[in-house]
């Protein structure tokens, strides 16, 4: 689950993905929620899904190919509840929910994953901490890349749109009272 929270990072190494090796073909994401439980699910922002979603379907200059969960837990289903409204019909079909780790390396070839999922290459940690240097030690060319890459909103024919045209209301409802 922490993989929403931290969907900025996610972001930013995506760009740097891009910003190393290009476009690519396609695009796997796996989401391993070992070690989730059930107060996780409530700790998630909707409107923070929501946008990650959005910019999966939407803005990320991505083919996406695979969406796994592995290791899934029990209330699966509530996380997934929470999820469907927002994904459209295409990415429920790159969508595979694993509680076992055969069915996933039909998808995902063991030899590809890290160490601690069977494969061979680096520990998740090791991998983390090799793109956290990266992303510092190319600090300037990655905001040098970020610049060139932006949209010029007022060349965009039409109302220019915000987070709130897109999303609806902005904040959550931790505080929300009613009469």
């Known amino acids: 689950m922490r993989n929403f929270v931290s969907n900025y990072r996610y972001c930013m190494i995506f760009d740097f993905w891009m910003y190393e090796d290009g476009i690519q073909p396609g695009h796997v994401i796996v989401i391993d929620l070992k070690n989730t439980s059930l107060g996780h699910v409530a700790r998630i922002g909707l409107l923070q899904m929501k946008k990650f979603l959005y910019y999966l379907q939407e803005a990320a200059a991505i083919r996406l190919i695979g969406f796994h969960f592995i290791n899934i837990v029990p209330f699966m289903d509530k996380i997934l509840a929470l999820m469907t409204p927002f994904m459209k019909k295409e ?51 990655m905001l040098e890349f970020e610049t060139r890459h932006q949209v010029n909103e007022k060349c965009r024919p039409g109302k220019p749109k915000n987070a709130s045209d897109l999303f609806g209301i902005e904040g959550n409802f931790k505080k929300l009272d009613i009469d």
């Not at 990415?91 to 595979?96: D, E, M």
């Not at 063991?110 to 520990?123: A, D, F, I, R, W």
């Open 91 to 141: 990415l429920t079909t790159v969508l595979h929910v694993h509680s076992d780790m055969k069915e996933f390396y039909k998808f995902v070839p063991k030899e590809m994953l890290p160490n601690e999922y069977g494969g061979q290459v680096e520990e998740t940690n090791i991998a983390k901490e090799i793109y956290y240097k990266k992303l510092l030690d190319n600090r300037k060319e």
